[in-house]
């Protein structure tokens, strides 16, 4: 727990085509977190759609940034505009370097294992890509929130707000998290078992693949280069 007399600053990545609940599942905790600033920091302050078409703008361009305690990245069909966008990349090893939390959602860990973070590190992402953090020197673990000294990562989407309470019970302690959970009323009791792949029926798994294959080619492909781009390419590794 970090001293609660520390004010924090918390900031989280906005861009084109994210997934809004990555952003707006973890905010929801982020800015209850007491005695720190949450705000949202994208390239620019034009407004930008998610991938569903929910209109968003940041508060600030990243080059108003100040040092991010806890640094949130989320995903989204937008991250592959970002990870070789050297701009975007610069800032995320930049703010990276110290701060307290790094903290990756969903396909997020793509982006974060574009800047290089996830080398060495235990990480998930969405069950689509998750497959493909060893391109990044990753260790994958198939958990909803995997930490690994400042690096949280949370899983897909909803996972987020697990990962957003365990951060907030780093910096805060349980007791806030919990408290946080309370006021959220975050007490998840869905009409379906079917959050995962293992628990999905056969037939919906099959239409998700389905639907998810074409970005996940265009991610198996982006990851590979990178994969080369940070000296990571391994020797007789199968295809994905």
């Known amino acids: 727990m970090i001293d609660p007399d520390r004010h924090l ?3 989280s990545l906005l861009f084109d085509r994210l997934d809004q609940i990555d952003l707006t599942g973890p905010f929801e905790v982020l800015s209850r977190i007491p005695n720190a600033t949450c705000r949202i920091y994208a390239k620019d302050r034009e407004p930008v759609s998610d991938v569903n078409g929910l209109r968003l703008v940041a508060d600030a361009p990243l080059s108003e940034a100040p040092k991010l305690d806890v640094l949130h990245v989320p995903g989204g069909y937008g991250q592959e ?7 975007v990349l610069r800032w995320i090893r930049a703010q990276a370097e110290a701060a307290l939390c ?3 959602v969903c396909t997020g860990a793509l982006i974060c294992g574009a800047a290089g973070l996830l080398v060495g590190k235990r990480a998930t ?4 890509a998750h497959h493909l953090l060893h391109h990044f020197g990753a260790i994958p673990v198939d958990a909803r929130v995997v930490e690994d000294g400042t ?4 899983a897909g989407v909803t996972a987020g707000i697990d990962g957003a309470l365990t951060v907030a019970a780093r910096l805060r302690g349980p007791e806030v998290a919990q408290l946080i959970q309370l006021s959220m009323a975050y007490a998840p009791e869905p009409p379906f078992d079917a959050g995962t792949p293992e ?6 798994l099959a239409r998700a693949r389905a639907a998810a294959s074409t970005i996940t080619a265009q991610r198996a492909a982006t ?7 940070l000296g990571l390419t391994r020797s007789g590794a199968a295809p994905d």
Do not use: K, Y
């Open 9 to 11: 600053q918390i900031g």
């Open 151 to 154: 690096l949280i990562c949370a």
């Open 81 to 87: 505009a970002l990870m070789e966008d050297e701009a």
């Open 125 to 128: 992402s969405h069950w689509s």
């Open 102 to 104: 790094v903290f990756p």
């Open 199 to 204: 628990r999905a029926p056969a037939a919906v």
């Open 223 to 229: 990851a590979r280069r990178i994969e080369t781009r």
